[in-house]
C-alpha cells in the first residue's frame, strides 16, 4: 500500500501541497486587521473578554474623542491657512490632535466587533477573530484530502482484481477473513493518522499566523456562529468537528473499499466513490441538507453541525429567507446512525466478497449493484487574482477628477448612461465625429461596467463586476480590469478577481472573502504601472488606495484619506492631499512618502509639466508648480471656486461673480 503502490510519495507530496497551499493561498477573514494589526491591538487589548458596561462607556467616549478630534483638526487647518493662528499654536495643536486620531482605524475595527457582541453579550467575547475563522469559518471541502484516500486505498482490492490475483489470494490458509480485517485495519489506521496529523498542521499554521488564543471563548464570538445555540468553547469545537472529520473520513474509505469489491475497476470505484460525495456537495440546493444526506459527506464537512439558522433578505419578496436550517442534536444522531449502519453493512459485504474461493464456488452468484450515474464537474476556482497581461508602458498623467474620460490624438473616451441606467464607455472619432460603444456585451444584465475608466497612450482599461442570478436574487462574482489596444480594440484581462463566497476553494481553504469582496464593489477609480494595480475605494468610513500585485494577487493598504477630493499619478508617483491640506507625494518605487510643506490646498491638477492648484495662502487663486525645478508662478488675480484643465486651456468659475472664464497657459515656456 505504501512501497508497491508508491503510497509514502503520495503522503509526502500531499502534505507538501497541503502546507504550500495554505502558506500561498490563505487570506485573512478579515484583511483590515493585519492591514492594521497595531492599531487593532491597541484598542482590543483594552476591551477584550467580556461584554460590561465599562466596555459601553469606554466606546462612547473614544467615539466622542476621535469624532472632535477630526473636527478641530479641520478647524485649526483652517484657521491657521486663513492666518488666524500662528504656526506654532498650528503645530502644537495638529500634533495633539493626530495623535488621538493615529489609531482612528483600528478603533473602528474594534467597533465593529462592539456592535456584533452587544447584540447578544451573554455569549459572545471580544478577541481577535482571524485565527478561529480560518481554521473553522467554513465548510469547504479538502480535495487533495480526498484525493490522497483515493489513490491510498482503491488499490487495496482493485490491484487484486486487476492483475488477477484475487482468486489465488482466497486459496491459502489466510486468504479470506484475516487477509481482509488487515487490510481493513491498515486502511482504518493510515486515514485516522492522516486525519489527526492535517487537524494538527491546521491548527499550527493558523496559531502561528495570526494566533489562537481565548480558545475558552464561545463559540458565538465568531460571527459565523452567531446564530447558534450549541454550548461549546471555540477549542471544542475544533476538537469535535476534528472528530467529525475523522468518522467522515473512514466512512469514506469504507465506501472505497465496498466499491472495489463490488465493481473490481480503478474506473468504476473513483467515479462512483466521487460521485457519491460531490453530488450532494455540489447538487442540494439549500446548503444545510448535505448534513442531513446519510454519508460521509457531512462528517467530513462537520463545521456545519454547530451553525445555527440563518436568513438572508429577499429583495423582490421584502422578507428573509431560510438559506440554512440549523442541525439538531437529534438529527445528527439520525444521521449518525444511519451512516454508522450503512458502513456496518459495506463492511460485511466486504468480508463476505472476500470468503475462501470454494465457498465461492458453491455460493449463487448475484447481479452487480447498478452504477451510479451523473457526470462529476468540479469548478476550479482561485482566491487569488488572475494575471494574463504585463508590460503596460504608462505614458501622461491621471487626475481623480478626469477619471469619467480619456483622450488620446485619435479618439475621445468617455462614460455615459444608457436608457436602463446602465454605463456605457463610449469613443468618438475626433477626426469624423462618428461615436461607437466600446464595449459589445451580449450578457449586460449581468454585467455591471464601472463608472471609472483609465487610459495611456494606445490602451484604454475599464473595470466590470459580473453578477449571477439565483431566482430573484442577484450576487457579485467576479471583479475584473480589462484593457482595450485602442489600435486594435482587442481586450485582454489585466486582472481578475472572484469575489462570491458560496462554495470554498478546490483545494478546501477559506471561502471568498466577505470584507475584501464589499471593497472591490467600492471601487471609484484605478490606476495601474508595469507591475501593480492601484484602487481607489472606501473600508470602514474612509477612503483606501490599495496596491494589487497583478502576479501574485498580494493586496496592500498604501494610504489612507479622509476626504478625497484631488488624486494624481505621473506614472511612479502618486499625488494626494493630507489632512493637513498639504499636497503629499508617494514613491511607488521606493515606497517614500513626501510633503511639499509649500503647496496647501484642497484642489490640483497634474499636467505633464506642472502641477496646477488652488491656493488656500492666497485666497483660492490658481498656482502653478514647475515639476523639474519647483518654482511657483500665480496664473489668476482672482479668487477660484473650481476648475478643470483640457491642454492648453485653464477652464475656471470666479467664487465672486460665479462666472466661468477661459486661460490659456503656455507650459512649454517654463
Known amino acids: 500500500m505504501l512501497l508497491l503502490h508508491k503510497g509514502l510519495l503520495f503522503i509526502c507530496l500531499y502534505f507538501f501541497l497541503s502546507i504550500g497551499t495554505m502558506v500561498i493561498l490563505d487570506e485573512p477573514a478579515n484583511p483590515e486587521v493585519e492591514m492594521n494589526r497595531m492599531q487593532y491591538r491597541f484598542y482590543l487589548n483594552q476591551v477584550q473578554g467580556p461584554y460590561t458596561e465599562e466596555t459601553e462607556h469606554f466606546f462612547t467616549s473614544e467615539a466622542n474623542k476621535i469624532s472632535d478630534a477630526k473636527v478641530a483638526l479641520q478647524r485649526v487647518t483652517d484657521n491657521f491657512y486663513d492666518g488666524y493662528i500662528g504656526e506654532q499654536e498650528f503645530l502644537t495643536s495638529s500634533d495633539s490632535l493626530a495623535i488621538i486620531l493615529k489609531n482612528e482605524v483600528g478603533f473602528q475595527l474594534v467597533y465593529n466587533q462592539y456592535v456584533y457582541v452587544r447584540e447578544n453579550p451573554d455569549n459572545r467575547k471580544f478577541l481577535n477573530t482571524n485565527g478561529w475563522d480560518g481554521l473553522l469559518s467554513n465548510d469547504s471541502l479538502d480535495f487533495l484530502f480526498i484525493l490522497l484516500v483515493l489513490l491510498l486505498v482503491t488499490p487495496i482490492f482493485c490491484y487484486e482484481f486487476e492483475s488477477k490475483m484475487d482468486a489465488l489470494l482466497l486459496t491459502v490458509k489466510k486468504g479470506a477473513k484475516t487477509h481482509t480485517l488487515c487490510k481493513i485495519g491498515l486502511v482504518f489506521v493510515i486515514v485516522s493518522l492522516l486525519c489527526l496529523v492535517t487537524a494538527g498542521l491546521r491548527y499550527g499554521f493558523y496559531s502561528f499566523k495570526y494566533g489562537l488564543e481565548n480558545g475558552d471563548y464561545p463559540l458565538q464570538s465568531l460571527s459565523y456562529f452567531g446564530t447558534s445555540i450549541k454550548d461549546v468553547t471555540l477549542l471544542q469545537s475544533f476538537l469535535w468537528i476534528t472528530i467529525g472529520k475523522l468518522l467522515g473520513n473512514l466512512c469514506f474509505a469504507t465506501l472505497i473499499l465496498f466499491a472495489s469489491v463490488c465493481f473490481k475497476k480503478y474506473a468504476i470505484t473513483l467515479f462512483s466513490c466521487t460521485t457519491v460525495v460531490l453530488l450532494p456537495y455540489y447538487g442540494l440546493k439549500l446548503e444545510s441538507s448535505k448534513f442531513l444526506w446519510p454519508g460521509p459527506l457531512g462528517f467530513m464537512v462537520s463545521t456545519g453541525f454547530f451553525r445555527g439558522n440563518e436568513f438572508k433578505r429577499n429583495l423582490v419578496k421584502d422578507q428573509m429567507e431560510l438559506i440554512f436550517r440549523e442541525v439538531s442534536f437529534t438529527s445528527w444522531i439520525i444521521v449518525f446512525t444511519i451512516t454508522f449502519s450503512l458502513c456496518v453493512v459495506m463492511l460485511i459485504v466486504i468480508l463476505h466478497k472476500r470468503t475462501n474461493v470454494w465457498i465461492v464456488q458453491h455460493r449463487k452468484r448475484r447481479r452487480r449493484l447498478p452504477l451510479l450515474i451523473l457526470v462529476l464537474g468540479i469548478a476550479v476556482s482561485m482566491l487569488v487574482g488572475c494575471n494574463s497581461f504585463n508590460g503596460v508602458m504608462i505614458e501622461g498623467t491621471y487626475n481623480y477628477s478626469s477619471k469619467g474620460s480619456f483622450e488620446n490624438d485619435k479618439y475621445r473616451f468617455y462614460m455615459e448612461q444608457t436608457e436602463f441606467g446602465n454605463n456605457q464607455i463610449v469613443f468618438e472619432d475626433k477626426t469624423s465625429g462618428e461615436k461607437h460603444n466600446l464595449v459589445r456585451n451580449p450578457m449586460t444584465s449581468l454585467t455591471q461596467i464601472g463608472a471609472p475608466i483609465y487610459g495611456d497612450g494606445t490602451y484604454i482599461y475599464y473595470m466590470k463586476i459580473d453578477f449571477e442570478k439565483i431566482g430573484f436574487q442577484e450576487s457579485a462574482t467576479r471583479f475584473s480590469v480589462i484593457g482595450v489596444d485602442i489600435t486594435r480594440f482587442n481586450e485582454k484581462i489585466i486582472f481578475e478577481k472572484k469575489l462570491s463566497t458560496d462554495k470554498g476553494t478546490v483545494l478546501g481553504l477559506v471561502k471568498g472573502n466577505t470584507y475584501v469582496a464589499s471593497f472591490y464593489l467600492t471601487v471609484s477609480a ?132 460665479m462666472k466661468e472664464y477661459q486661460l490659456f497657459i503656455d507650459s512649454s515656456s517654463n
Open 526 to 657: 484605478f490606476f495601474l504601472d508595469e507591475s501593480s494595480l492601484y484602487l481607489i475605494g472606501q473600508s470602514n468610513g474612509q477612503t483606501e488606495i490599495r496596491k494589487i500585485n497583478r502576479t501574485t494577487g498580494a493586496m496592500s493598504v498604501l494610504f489612507r484619506i479622509p476626504v478625497l477630493r484631488s488624486f494624481a499619478f505621473d506614472g511612479r508617483t502618486i499625488y494626494f492631499v493630507d489632512e493637513k491640506s498639504q499636497i503629499v507625494k508617494y514613491d511607488t518605487k521606493t515606497d517614500i512618502m513626501t510633503s511639499i510643506i509649500d503647496l496647501v490646498t484642497r484642489d490640483f491638477i497634474l499636467t505633464d509639466t506642472e502641477l496646477l492648484f488652488l491656493n488656500r495662502k492666497d485666497q483660492q487663486k490658481i498656482y502653478a508648480m514647475n515639476l523639474h525645478d519647483s518654482t511657483i508662478r500665480k496664473l489668476t488675480e482672482v479668487p477660484v471656486l473650481s476648475f478643470r484643465y483640457n491642454n492648453p486651456y485653464i477652464t475656471y468659475i470666479g467664487k465672486i461673480d
